[in-house]
């Protein structure tokens, strides 16, 4: 079993529609949660970083967690197809900073 | 200000031979990260390196792969003998310490083996 579970998708939406991006996970000591947002041939880049349970806004973006069933979402308000791309959660433990990631799930939005 | 750059940016080459792969970081970053990405796959760990200290190796999946880091700054990952499932990207992230969770990613380098 890998440490970090993702749908890979893909995932296809229509503008305007709410994404949901779901991970789990199977190690409880994981306290770092991210997402990433990975564009085609360019490296990933943070989009969201949360501690701990709980939920996270930015802009269209809600990350959240939720420790006691170790699943981490993220939705996308009002997508865009600007929005395409692999969206990649991962997580880290509190004591070091060794990074797991999960599969990625390809998005496209569609216009 | 500038980012993290990886060179090359593509490599070719034969089953057997030995390649280098080249990252800068962003200047001031103790800690830097070795991935690795094959198709529809995510980012494999591979090493980690933070400071002085004696760098994570555990992700590095046979000892034909190592990594070094001089003077706190440029990374180098070298893979011997390569076989043709080393073929992927390689990135190669950096981090302030003082930012757990947060890595600042180059564009990586694609690695084909023949």
């Known amino acids: 079993q890998k440490e970090v579970e993702q749908d890979p998708g893909p995932l296809s939406v229509p503008e305007g529609a709410i994404v949901s991006l779901n991970c789990t996970y199977s190690n409880s000591a994981f306290q770092y949660f991210m997402w990433y947002r990975q564009y085609s041939r360019k490296g990933p880049e943070l989009l969201m970083y949360t501690y701990s349970s709980g939920n996270k806004e930015d802009g269209r973006f809600t990350a959240q967690v939720d420790k006691s069933s170790k699943y981490i979402s993220l939705f996308i308000r009002d997508s865009q197809p600007s929005d395409s791309a692999t969206y990649l959660c991962?997580?880290?433990?509190?004591?070091?900073?060794?990074?797991?990631f999960g599969a990625g799930t390809r998005l496209f939005v569609k216009a | 200000g500038a980012g993290v750059s990886q060179s090359p940016s593509n490599k070719v080459t034969e089953k057997g031979k030995d390649v280098e792969l080249r990252c800068d970081p962003i200047s001031g970053h103790t800690a830097l990260y070795w991935y690795r990405q094959s198709l529809g796959q995510g980012l494999e760990f591979l090493i980690y390196f933070q400071g002085n200290s004696a760098p994570d190796k555990s992700g590095l999946p046979s000892d034909r792969f190592s990594a070094e880091r001089t003077g706190g700054s440029v990374s180098t990952l070298t893979i011997q003998r390569t076989q043709q499932e080393d073929s992927a990207v390689y990135l190669c992230a950096s981090s302030s310490s003082g930012r757990v969770g947060e890595q600042f990613f180059g564009p990586g380098t694609r690695l084909t083996v023949l």
């Open positions: 991962a997580t880290q433990g509190a004591g070091g900073f060794k990074t797991i």
